[in-house]
């Protein structure tokens, strides 16, 4: 169990509908990451948080935002969904969210689109 | 830019025999390095982390890695393959971006799948 909690487990909806999933960190690391994992694409970051501010991102599009809380638990949203977004969708978390410290990952969140 | 070519996409091993997962990275900077692995319907767990100190990194189950700079490797080894074993394999590079390394994002290979044989 590497503490990260991911919710919901499974998703299903329709095209252009929106989602939120969330995530909460293990206790004490003040970031949070999210990564998109698809067949096509493989594992990409989309969007990293440091203690509420938001610090890096990847390859996050338009339609997705995401934020973090002053409890630290974060949420991404996804809106106007498209077939495409079909994905798995992992929260990770680490200490201080530097370069050479491990990042911790939940068990993701499988968002399928019909 | 910080990138990492897993050579193999799949390798196929026989149970307690040795097993060899090869990575190249390619990075601007002193990179730190990882390997984690995902079991199906799972997420990820880290197998160990190379980050500047000694070169030989032992990790969780009985893998290590050498961080080789000279060839700009990082491969993945265990000397008997364990049933257990059989999973997905990442080899990642973390991107220190433009906050003087706190922001850490991971850039992940494209994955080996590791089977093992009875």
């Known amino acids: 169990d590497s503490g990260v909690t991911q919710t919901p487990k499974h998703l299903i909806t329709a095209t252009g509908q929106r989602v939120t999933l969330r995530c909460s960190p293990r206790s004490g690391d003040l970031s949070v990451y999210w990564y998109q994992q698809s067949l096509d694409q493989g594992l990409q970051f989309l969007i990293q948080?440091?203690?509420?501010?938001?610090?890096a991102k990847g390859n996050i599009l338009e339609r997705f935002s995401a934020q973090q809380f002053p409890d630290l638990h974060s949420e991404l949203n996804l809106s106007s969904l498209e077939l495409g977004d079909s994905a798995l969708y992992f929260c990770?978390?680490?200490?201080?969210?530097?370069?050479?410290?491990?990042?911790?990952f939940g068990d993701g969140t499988r968002l399928s689109i019909l | 830019a910080q990138s990492v070519t897993q050579l193999d996409s799949h390798v196929s091993v026989s149970e307690g025999t040795p097993v060899l997962l090869r990575c190249n990275y390619s990075s601007s900077y002193s990179p730190s390095l990882f390997w984690y692995v995902q079991h199906p319907n799972k997420g990820l767990q880290l197998l160990l982390k190379?980050?500047?100190?000694?070169?030989l990194v032992k990790g969780i189950n009985g893998f290590e890695a050498e961080f080789k700079k000279s060839e700009t490797s990082f491969h993945l080894t265990k000397p008997s393959a364990h049933m257990s074993d059989a999973a997905e394999y990442f080899c990642?590079?973390?991107?220190?971006?433009?906050?003087?390394?706190?922001?850490?994002?991971?850039?992940f290979g494209k994955g080996t799948k590791l089977s093992v044989k009875p």
């Open positions: 190379y980050t500047s100190a000694a070169t």
């Open positions: 948080y440091y203690n509420g501010e938001e610090r």
């Open positions: 990770a978390s680490s200490v201080q969210g530097g370069s050479n410290q491990p990042q911790h």
């Open positions: 990642v590079v973390s991107d220190p971006g433009n906050y003087g390394g706190s922001q850490g994002n991971l850039i």
